[in-house]
């Protein structure tokens, strides 16, 4: 069954009679059944709303922006991707503390009113750190969800620019267009902008970068909530952590948070075992969120392409190794 704030969003558009948002959160369910490895159910739905046509899907399946994105002077590449987000709190698992932390973070956004009228504002920046692949960005996505706001994600390939200056003349911009609209913006791998200013390796242009990073965050008012992430969290400059109004861990799960996301990717999975076997658990000891997926995702292809109607641990070790993860 679809989540209840796609529900919501179903039932609003309906109401409503805004055929785009419709589509859109009809699209959200379908995507969330076929997650959910419901097929038929997902293809029936998708022939319902584009009335058999498979193929007649609009052009305005994403969302049109009524605004200019900024581009790199040197290449014209755009600073940032802007994109809506599908997926909703009960996709990601997180330690009690982080999932605390960013449920407090979404309370105060939605009664942002409550907090002015004393005052006070939501939390604006909040940085995220932990090893690869453990749901960095999977949250800026769950929290623009959440909040009904596109998710804005920084470019570095196109913000990072050879010329002299011209790296802090991007950031110049993104900072004045994030402050202009009301988006989830994520700087992911923001230790490339962010790096410690008295590393010796590092030249005088990436410096003045990081100045000027301290320099915007400082004198940033805008209506974007701006989320930063980093796998490489003591490599950052000691003045950024101040800038920051929160900073949530994204760990590597325990073997309760590994249960929990065995429990999340193999749903609509037949399956031969528990999900808190032992034997199983100890195979993904030290693995991350992303790795969990990719594995399970790969065991369920060969359970469905060998015809087998249950996936077997047998078929997640082998996975593992294919995607070479497996402890010998």
Not at 159 to 167: A, C, K, P, Q, Y
Not at 220 to 245: P, V
Not at 309 to 315: A, M, P, S
């Amino acid at each position: 069954m679809a989540n209840g704030k796609i529900l919501r969003q179903l039932v609003k558009a309906g109401a409503l009679g805004d055929t785009v948002a419709f589509r859109q959160a009809s699209e959200a369910i379908i995507e969330e059944e076929r997650q959910k490895q419901h097929h038929l159910l997902a293809n029936d739905l998708e022939r319902i709303l584009y009335g058999g046509d498979m193929h007649a899907q609009p052009s305005s399946k994403k969302p049109q922006f009524e605004f200019d994105i900024p581009v790199d002077k040197e290449r014209g590449l755009p600073l940032l991707d802007i994109r809506p987000p599908k997926r909703s709190l009960d996709e990601i698992i997180l330690p009690e503390s982080s999932s605390v932390m960013i449920e407090e973070m979404l309370e105060e956004h939605r009664r942002s009113d409550v907090l002015r009228s004393y005052g006070m504002k939501p939390s604006g920046k909040i940085i995220f750190f932990g090893p690869p692949g453990c749901g960095k960005t999977l949250a800026a996505e769950v929290i623009a969800f959440e909040l009904d706001r596109p998710l804005a994600i920084v470019r570095l390939d196109a913000l990072v620019s050879s010329f002299l200056g011209e790296t802090a003349a991007n950031l110049r911009k993104v900072f004045d267009f994030i402050a202009k609209h009301p988006l989830v913006v994520l700087f992911d791998e923001f230790d490339a902008i962010g790096k410690e200013r008295g590393d010796s390796g590092e030249h005088g242009e990436l410096r003045r970068v990081v100045n000027a990073v301290l320099q915007m965050m400082d004198a940033y008012d805008g209506s974007s909530l701006i989320l930063a992430a980093t796998n490489h969290e003591n490599i950052l400059d000691s003045a950024i952590w101040r800038r920051f109004d929160e900073a949530i861990e994204f760990p590597l799960p325990d073997q309760k948070q590994l249960t929990s996301l065995l429990q999340l990717k193999l749903r609509g999975i037949r399956r031969q075992f528990e999900l808190d076997d032992k034997e199983l658990l100890t195979e993904f000891e030290g693995k991350s969120g992303a790795d969990v997926e990719r594995v399970v995702r790969r065991a369920a292809k060969r359970m469905i392409l060998r015809g087998q109607e249950f996936l077997t641990i047998k078929e997640l070790r082998s996975a593992l190794v294919r995607e070479g993860l497996r402890r010998h």
